[in-house]
């Protein structure tokens, strides 16, 4: 038996972030609007709770894809909600605007998922 290709690899892993990713972009609604509530000062522990959560497994999930920049801001976020109850509303809108940015990027034309270093 051969060992997979590269391509047959990079295609299997990007067949499964397809399927994956409407759970990262659930995920990254749960941030959003958690954003949204800090903002307005209505926000809650439960929802802190849920966004926290949300935060970590997409910074896992990004990872487990290659999606290294991303993964790195959803750790910040993550860390961010893990300092306290209530964390700084500007920091947290800033950082959830560039994740969606960043997963904006993981849909690509070329059917590769685009890899980030930092």
């Known amino acids: ?68 920049e991303a993964s790195s801001c959803a750790a910040k976020i993550e860390a961010l909600l893990s300092d306290g109850p209530t964390p700084d509303g500007e920091v947290m809108v800033s950082l959830v605007e560039r994740l969606r940015m960043l997963l904006e990027e993981t849909q690509t034309s070329s059917g590769e998922p685009e890899r980030h270093d930092s």
């Open 1 to 68: 038996m051969s060992a997979p290709k590269n391509d047959d690899i990079r295609s299997a892993l990007e067949r499964v972030w397809q399927n994956s990713r409407p759970e990262a972009i659930s995920r990254f609604a749960t941030l959003k609007r958690f954003a949204e509530k800090l903002r307005s000062g209505t926000c809650d522990d439960v929802s802190r709770d849920g966004a926290l959560l949300a935060a970590h497994r997409l910074s896992g999930s990004l990872g487990m894809f290659g999606f290294n």
